[in-house]
Every structure is written in C-alpha cells, then in structure tokens.
C-alpha cells in the first residue's frame, strides 16, 4: 500500500460547483497535512496548511483532516475557472521529507 | 519578492554528456530540496540539504549528485545522463527542515535525454 493515496481524476466540473478532493494515507505519524496547487508549466504552490485534525478554512477554500479514518480533504466552494489545476496533497510527521500524493488534475468549465 | 530561480527551463542533452540544473533562493532558507515530477509517479524526492555543506539522499538519488556550498545555491548534476532521467525537475526550499511544511517550488526544468 502506498503511503499517500490520491485519485487522479481527471475531474471536471462546471463553474459555481463545490468541489471536494481528498487523499487517505497509512501513516499514523504524519501531523502535517498540506494541500499544494500546480498550474500548467509551473511549480506547485502553497495552499493551505493544517496541524493535526481538524478543519481550516481561507475563503473559498477548505481543509479537513480526520486522523482516525487518515483521510484528508480540500472543499473549494464556488469554483471559478481560475482553479483549474492539479491539486497535491503532502504530509509529514514533522522535520522530514514530505510525502506528496500524485496529485488530482482539476477542469472547472465555464 | 521572494523566490527560488531554476536554469535552466528547458534542456535537451545526449545520454552521457554531464550536465547541471542549477537553483537559487533568495529567502534564506535552510532547507532545499530536488524533486522529479513524472506521469503517475508524482513528485519523488532526489536529494535534500538541511544546510551548508549537509546533503542527504531522498527516494530517487541514484544517478544524481548535489552540493550545497552556499546557503543560497543548490545545483543539481547528471554526471552521466540517461534516457531514464527524462523528467520535470522542482528545486524547493523552506525557512527549516521542521518547517519544510510551506516549501517555495522554482519553476521547474523540463529535461529530455535523447
């Protein structure tokens, strides 16, 4: 089993959709838990970060992280064609390399 | 504005004919990191330095080689390039290898080894 589990997509959804992606891992030491988003020819940014469980929220965007089922996931509401992207989840138990997911490619159609 | 500076974009090379993919930030940050991003594989790490003078191997290393002389710079080399290592390439660093959670990506280096 592969620490960090993502589906792949291709997702396409229309413009004003709530979208939800998400990952499982297996891992029970991983504590840091990060969404990453990559356009086209460009390198992965920084999107949002949560510590432990819990949900975090910035704007439109949301992260959950439930540690009991190792699942985490990001809600992006009112989804613009801008968001179109590929999506990578990343964690870490802390003070060692991330472990990314493969990373979710997302077409928001206008 | 801060940033980590890969050269270069775009590279085609012959197998066997050494090459080096240099990086840069200007954040001053510790910890720096190279990855290769491939379809289906996502991103794996190649090498990582936690600070001047102190690399260490990621998932990936075999077939590449790094230094890390100065805080700023973290050049990656293909001493003997293969078709293998056709890949796209990330440079990334952040403020300290405990806070490698927010991770600054250069632009990345599309390398084809023909």
């Known amino acids: 089993q592969k620490e960090v589990e993502q589906d792949p997509g291709p997702l396409s959804v229309p413009e004003g959709a709530i979208v939800s992606l998400n990952c499982t891992y297996s891992n029970s030491a991983f504590q840091y838990f990060m969404w990453y988003r990559q356009y086209s020819r460009k390198g992965p940014e920084l999107l949002m970060y949560?510590?432990?469980?819990g949900n975090k929220e910035d704007g439109r965007f949301t992260a959950q992280v439930d540690k009991s089922s190792k699942y985490i996931s990001l809600f992006i509401r009112d989804s613009q064609p801008s968001d179109s992207a590929t999506y990578l989840c990343?964690?870490?138990?802390?003070?060692?390399?991330?472990?990314f997911g493969k990373g979710t490619r997302l077409s928001v159609i206008a | 504005e801060a940033q980590v500076t890969q050269n270069p974009r775009y590279l085609i090379t012959v197998t066997g004919k050494k090459l080096t993919v240099t990086c840069s930030q200007n954040?001053?940050?510790?910890?720096m990191s190279w990855y290769r991003q491939d379809p289906g594989l996502g991103l794996r790490q190649i090498y990582y330095?936690?600070?001047?003078?102190?690399?260490d191997k990621g998932d990936v290393p075999e077939g590449y080689k790094v230094s890390r002389k100065e805080k700023r710079n973290f050049p990656l080399i293909l001493e003997s390039p293969s078709p293998n290592q056709t890949s796209l390439y990330f440079c990334a660093s952040s403020r300290t290898k405990t806070l490698n959670t927010e991770a600054f990506f250069g632009q990345g280096t599309r390398l084809t080894v023909v």
């Open positions: 949560t510590y432990s469980s």
């Open positions: 330095s936690m600070n001047v003078e102190v690399t």
């Open positions: 954040m001053n940050h510790e910890y």
């Open positions: 990343a964690m870490t138990p802390g003070g060692t390399p991330l472990v």
